[in-house]
């Protein structure tokens, strides 16, 4: 079965890091396309990260660019992202994405999701 289970959420304060990993099993992502998407109580899902297969292509919300961070290790099946200057606006449900094309993943329309991992941020 395939799988995206992400971890590494939890509770910190404003200005605190953390760092996401999404694990994938069931299926090698290697050649796709990842990204993250957030959706906080109330509010629509926004998309926050992408990245391709070569690493060699990024995409950021303008929300979080110069804070986060997104990375792969193919050798896992996972990707990563590494948030800083954390704000209690980043607080939400962080879900992993994964397609073979970039342009779903960044829209949204990707085949795969994993179930989230919760984030808080207090001030």
């Known amino acids: 079965q395939v799988q995206l289970v992400e971890s590494g959420g939890g509770s910190v304060q404003a200005g605190g890091s953390l760092r996401l990993s999404c694990a994938a099993s069931g299926h090698s992502f290697s050649s796709y396309a990842r990204g993250w998407f957030r959706q906080a109580p109330g509010k629509e899902r926004e998309f926050v990260a992408a990245?391709?297969?070569?690493?060699?292509?990024?995409h950021y919300a303008d929300s979080v660019k110069g804070r986060f961070t997104i990375s792969r290790d193919n050798a896992k099946n996972t990707v990563y992202l590494q948030m800083n200057s954390l704000k209690p606006e980043d607080t939400a449900v962080y879900y992993c994405?994964?397609?073979?094309?970039?342009?779903?993943?960044?829209?949204?329309?990707?085949?795969?999701w994993g179930q989230g991992t919760q984030v808080t941020v207090s001030s």
């Open positions: 990245i391709t297969w070569s690493d060699d292509n990024v």
């Open positions: 994405a994964a397609d073979s094309s970039l342009r779903k993943v960044v829209t949204g329309t990707g085949n795969y």
